[in-house]
């Protein structure tokens, strides 16, 4: 492994870890630039959870980092998220991915309250508590069309946030704001990330379900970077 210089030695980074494609390849991608040493689970009530939370234990040991897990109840019992209630979850055909209609249908389905910026409020605590100088998040372009607190423009008002409401000024980064899902998975292969260790599906099934659209955008981006192998594997 590449040794960081004093000056990443100094950079003391919390990844928000969900264990799907977007928080793992951004930890893989930082990981020679930030002394990332903490990993945040949450735990929201939603249907995914326990195979969200085995994921990120597998990840955060391949990667040697400390691993907390933050329940919040009181989140589930405000939110008619399909993600955390007995409502059906949203799917969409892979062709209407580009289809901003259809899948705001569903992004509005999966919507939580507030949680993005309640997982990074979390998160700086902790910085604030540590000295963490970085908090680093999964936010991607692609989903940033539907989805506005994965927008760049949601960074940078976080980020201003955070210089009145925390002492050590901690940085939210998205390495991976302006990515799509098949340049994402190029990163992550070019990272060898432990692709066979990913959960990044709505439902709770033994297997990832292939159908949500949150399936089906990894498994488009795959297949676009010719890993047939890596989508038998996982789905």
Same mark, same amino acid.
């Given at each position: 492994?590449? $040794?960081? %210089? ?5 950079? $003391? ?8 494609? /977007? ?5 893989? =991608? &930082? ?5 990332? +040493?903490?990993?945040?689970?949450? *735990? ?16 955060? /040991?391949?990667? *040697? &980092? ?8 009181? &989140? ?10 007995? !409502?059906?979850?949203?799917? =969409? ?15 509005? !389905? ?56 925390? %002492? *050590? =000024? ?9 990515? /799509? $899902?098949?340049?994402? =998975? +190029? ?12 959960? !990044? ?20 981006? &795959?297949?676009?970077? *010719?890993?047939?192998?890596?989508? !038998?594997?996982?789905?």
């Amino acid at each position: 492994m590449k $040794k960081m %210089n004093m000056s990443n030695l100094q950079k $003391k980074g919390i990844i928000l870890l969900s264990g799907g494609l /977007d928080s793992v390849v951004s930890l893989a =991608v &930082l990981k020679e630039e930030i002394n990332i +040493k903490l990993a945040l689970t949450f *735990n929201y009530g939603q249907k995914s959870f326990e195979n969200e939370l085995a994921a990120s234990k597998r990840i955060a /040991d391949f990667y *040697n &980092l400390e691993h907390e897990v933050i329940n919040l109840d009181w &989140l589930y019992k405000i939110s008619s998220s399909s993600l955390t209630t007995n !409502s059906k979850l949203p799917t =969409v055909k892979q062709e209407d991915l580009d289809n901003i209609k259809e899948t705001k249908k569903s992004a509005n !389905s999966v919507w939580v309250p507030n949680r993005n910026a309640l997982f990074i409020n979390i998160a700086a605590c902790f910085a604030d508590s540590k000295n963490y100088t970085h908090i680093v998040i999964g936010a991607n372009k692609e989903e940033a069309r539907t989805f506005k607190d994965n927008s760049n423009e949601f960074i940078e008002a976080i980020n201003q946030s955070l210089k009145y409401s925390t %002492n *050590n =000024v901690p940085s939210v980064i998205a390495p991976l704001a302006d990515f /799509d $899902k098949v340049q994402i =998975v +190029k990163k992550g292969i070019e990272h060898k990330i432990p692709f066979q260790y990913l959960y !990044s599906c709505y439902s709770n099934g033994e297997k990832q379900c292939g159908e949500c659209e949150s399936c089906l955008r990894l498994k488009r981006a &795959l297949e676009l970077n *010719n890993r047939y192998d890596i989508i !038998s594997n996982i789905f």
